[in-house]
């Protein structure tokens, strides 16, 4: 009947969220003062109007070049390579302060994603100027992101910068009754001295 | 910083959503065309801008009298009392086929809702009609359920119409071991004869 189900329609379109939650949803809306709804739908518009990707890095963005391309703080000599928008935040809160290619995502070539669909052309031209040392392959540790973290290895191969991926091991907090094999295979095989 | 934080702020206000979930949905809408960002905004513009309670039954609807109201082939004699607007369509394909008065909620006072937040007066202006024969009262199984349908029985007490409660007792598919005390009890009191 109209705008009601136009907008269970809409939310049902998100991951995650079913038929029942989208109606769930559409009616807490209804029980709200309507402005509630509006700055949901002014907030939408706003990223649909204003977001793109930042033409040096690749980021989600506002402002081109984006705030972390434009940071003087930042060491250039230092390139992180992750999939995803979400893994800069992640990153910078775990202490890196480089700069960061996004990809925009992972080979999967059941999905049609293929090595054009990837921004590994912004990294191959920060690599051109000249000032990168160290390019760190931080993709996620699955099979789409290892193949991923390989084809990127292989396309900047000629360039001599040094090449490192974020270590792989036992996580914090795990129980090894619960890991899996191959990253036990990993801890296994990095084992660190300690003496 | 800015329209991207402004729309995880917002989807986060949604019940179920928290910040992760936010955020995810977010970096979703960014990897899709925007058209989808942009439809999902109108829709709930459309909801902001169209939908108000109908003044005659209290459902959420376009038009005013809304779809069921002015259904001829519905029964005027019987009226039934929900609580909110998803439950009409419920009821609606569990056979109902009279009208219906949606209060918007259930007592709540530690939530602020007292008698004067719901519309019983909708309920009241319908028995003045002198068309209603039964009103049935149909808001959920919980306390807040039980007290809302006491109240709004005090408030008709007077009327002279039948006033009925939806049957309690044994949901289909469960099992006794796992049906709660209160449950039970009126299953057993409200036991039926088979021969």
Known sequence: MGVLDDLVTEFARLPGIGRKTAQRLTYHLLQQPSERTRALSAALTGVADRVRPCSTCGDFTETDPCETCKDPRRDDGLVCVVEESSAVSV????????????????L?????????????????????????????????????????????????????VRVSRLARGLPMGGDLEFIDGVTLTHALSARQDVS
């Open 108 to 160: 999967s070539p059941l999905d049609g994603v293929g090595p054009d669909a990837l921004r590994v052309g912004l990294l191959e031209d920060r690599l051109r100027e000249g000032t990168v040392r160290e390019v760190v392959l931080a993709t996620n540790p699955s099979l789409e992101g290892e193949a991923t973290a390989t084809f990127v290895q292989q396309r900047i191969a000629g360039s001599g």
């Open 91 to 106: 990153l910078d809160r775990a202490g890196f302060r480089g700069r960061y290619v996004v990809l925009g995502g992972h």
